[in-house]
């Protein structure tokens, strides 16, 4: 799929990489771009192509009223993610998946089914027919000081899965995004090196154009991406040593 004349949703877009995905995707000739938020009037783009969404993927009724309002979706993106620094056997490490869930896991799922006769729709006519979600590299792997948060992202890792091989036979294309440390308001924490918001976005882009089902947009991602090819395991015992 080009993103040049495509109608694109991006959940999570007041900030960090999803605010930098709209903007990619304006530079790249995109023809419409819903930036959604659960407080749209804070949004500041002066491009008339973005169109403000009011947008709470753990709100069913915002979520329904978002797929009424947007019904001509070509390429779904979700981005919208919440990450909490903890240790799996704190207290309150429950809780916080919980909270990390309802967004990551349970949000991303509810805007995926809200949106697939959109997206199916634009599939018959060449119009679109792809689904990205945000995921993380610890997905794929669990680190320490954000155990929780890789929970979450390796449950929405299966649900990425599980929506390929739903969607496949109506031609929809899935795509897992398995970033590093991107330096945003999430990420300001973590004292490593981080890519630009913006390289981030263009990657991920370049993968769906490419037709990667896997994309791993960073410097880190790659290197967690090869490995991973190698074997799981390697990359549990590396993020361990972390």
Known sequence: MKIANATILITGANRGI???LVEAALARGAAKVYAGARQPEGLAFADPRVVPLALDVTDAAS??????AAGDVGLLVNNAGVAEFGDILAPGAAESLRR????????LLAVTQ?????????????????IVNLLS???LAPMAALAPYSVSKAAAHSVTGALRTALKPAGVGVHGVFPGPVDTDMAKD????KAAPIDVANAIYD????????IYPDAMAAGVGAGWAQGPKAIEAAFAAM
């Open 114 to 130: 809200a949106f697939v006769p959109a997206v199916t729709a634009a599939a018959t006519t060449g119009a679109g027919g792809v």
């Open 207 to 214: 993968g769906v154009e490419a037709g990667a089902e896997d």
């Open 63 to 68: 979520v329904a009223a978002a797929a009424a």
């Open 137 to 139: 590299v610890v997905s």
């Open 18 to 20: 999803g605010r930098a």
């Open 190 to 193: 973590m004292p490593m090196a």
């Open 100 to 107: 990390q869930a309802a967004v990551n896991v349970f949000g």
